[in-house]
T-cell receptor
Framework: GIQVEQSPPDLILQEGANSTLRCNFS?????LQWFHQNPWGQLINLFY???GTKQNGRLSATTVATERYSLLYISSSQTTDSGVYFC???????????FGKGTHLIIQP | EAQVTQNPRYLITVTGKKLTVTCSQN?????MSWYRQDPGLGLRQIYY???????DKGDVPEGYKVSRKEKRNFPLILESPSPNQTSLYFC???????????????FGPGTRLTVL
């Protein structure tokens, strides 16, 4: 099946810093979503972005489908951005979402 | 408000005692699925359903059952829970974007299950 790798696995930053999270996938995809899992365990849908670039406030995402990667940018980080960020794709013949292992982000005040 | 709901949100039970986790969506989505999340393993799909009365196994179906009698509901059934089913469970529903064939998934709030 399709493989999804996220990097870095852990990231600790000071409030106000910018960050870039990466998602690599091993096959062509017809869906790619970024999720934020907050410290209470809830999965929040950030972006649906199988290709191209989108922005939502301080967050933006870019997927280069031909090169099989996606990037999530967080600017001017806030403590509420802490949590785990997951990339998930549909591809490689599977019907459901295949998740990466996530990037654990800690924003310190 | 468009949403996916799950109940219960937290459950502590004992080995062998049958339980059901309910999942309901109000978006008229055809595709629904269940995932479990475990440390170091990420989220893995348990079962999915393409439509009413159509269900199929995901990556980790052992020990679970599902049913899809109505479009909005997709309960997850553990007939005889075991401690290795202690996990965080998510239900999701998806819709397909017309003409593109691509789908977008929405997740419920999660159910934290502990089996003693």
């Amino acid at each position: 099946g399709i493989q999804v790798e996220q990097s870095p696995p852990d990231l600790i930053l000071q409030e106000g810093a910018n960050s870039t999270l990466r998602c690599n996938f091993s096959d062509s995809v017809n869906n790619l979503q970024w999720f934020h899992q907050n410290p209470w365990g809830q999965l929040i849908n950030l972006f649906y972005i199988p290709s191209g670039t989108k922005q939502n406030g301080r967050l933006s995402a870019t997927t280069v489908a031909t090169e099989r990667y996606s990037l999530l940018y967080i600017s001017s980080s806030q403590t509420t951005d802490s949590g785990v960020y997951f990339c998930a794709v549909v591809g490689g013949g599977a019907d459901g979402l295949t998740f990466g292992k996530g990037t654990h982000l800690i924003i310190q005040p | 408000e468009a949403q996916v709901t799950q109940n219960p949100r937290y459950l502590i039970t004992v080995t062998g005692k049958k339980l059901t986790v309910t999942c309901s969506q109000n978006m008229n989505h055809e595709y629904m699925s269940w995932y479990r999340q475990d440390p170091g393993l990420g989220l893995r799909q348990i079962y999915y359903s393409m439509n009413v009365e159509v269900t199929d196994k995901g990556d980790v179906p052992e020990g679970y059952k599902v049913s899809r009698k109505e479009k909005r509901n997709f309960p997850l059934i553990l007939e005889s829970p075991s401690p290795n089913q202690t996990s965080l469970y998510f239900c999701a529903s998806s819709f397909q974007i017309p003409t593109s064939g691509r789908s977008v998934a929405f997740f419920g709030p999660g159910t934290r299950l502990t089996v003693l």
